[in-house]
């Protein structure tokens, strides 16, 4: 008999070819399902509720598995992080049903991009957040997001590697806060395109900071076509902040992670 349990995952993404395991190994799967197997006691395989790149961190990471062994939630956590190295860590254990799956059964997607703005580069920051040397104009970023939001073909934010089916996602709102010398945006959307949220922040920088106008974010939007937008930014600040699913699965949308964040 196999019981089906639901991972929530934070890491931090620096020293990872990615969330996606590789045969060479090196990524934040391959270091999981080590520790998994080893608490485990036999091969365990995830399934993630979104994949993430190297360099990208994870703050509420969903993952389902089979287990051939019962244990208690404290245990899943506990004993999994022991064999974990110290960026990857369990957060929170569920039991949402035999027929939960992480990737399917989302609702929706979040991320938030840190970005620090300073005339000199990160040294404590750095791989946790972005780097911008050029004052940002808020208000000028806030009025572009507007022309993102809703449901589009997101080619022109979509990288040549994309497996996705289909182009066509919904934006369901992008909010844009600053604290000192950080800034934060923080995406929600159905789900997202590969590099789609590392390509529309190269946009906004360059509307940010003048380079670009508002207007001509609807034209990039409007061309599906990848050559047209910014070169794709920096992949340092960007978070996975996490899936969300229907209250019933009672599934945890919040890690002591997130508040570590600034902004």
Request: with cysteine.
């Amino acid at each position: 008999m196999t019981i089906r349990v639901a991972l929530g995952i934070s890491y931090r993404g620096c020293a990872y070819k990615g969330w996606q395991s590789q045969p060479g190994g090196g990524t934040v799967q391959d270091a999981l399902e080590a520790g998994l197997s080893q608490f485990a006691a036999h091969a365990v395989r995830t399934i993630c509720a979104g994949r993430t790149d190297a360099g990208v961190h994870g703050l509420n990471q969903v993952v389902h598995f089979d287990a051939e062994v019962e244990r208690e939630p404290f245990s899943w956590i506990r004993g999994t992080n022991r064999y974990l190295p110290p960026d990857i860590a369990v957060q929170w254990c569920a039991f949402p049903g035999a027929d939960f799956h992480a990737r399917n059964h989302a609702r929706g997607r979040r991320y938030a991009y840190l970005l620090l703005e300073s005339a000199v580069r990160p040294a404590i920051e750095s791989g946790g957040a972005g780097w911008v040397f050029r004052p940002l104009d808020g208000e000028a970023m806030r009025a572009a997001v507007q022309i993102l939001l809703g449901e589009h073909d997101f080619s022109s934010f979509r990288s040549a590697e994309c497996q996705a089916a289909s182009p066509v996602k919904t934006l369901r709102a992008i909010e844009i806060h600053k604290r000192g010398a950080y800034w934060r945006f923080e995406f929600d959307a159905s789900a997202f395109l590969h590099h789609m949220v590392r390509n529309i922040m190269g946009c906004l920088i360059a509307i940010g900071s003048g380079t670009r106008s508002v207007p001509w974010l609807a034209e990039v939007l409007a061309a599906r076509d990848r050559k047209v937008a910014a070169p794709t930014f920096a992949p340092d600040g960007l978070y996975f902040v996490g899936p969300y699913y229907d209250a019933h699965l009672k599934l945890p949308e919040h890690t002591s992670a997130m508040d570590w964040l600034p902004g």
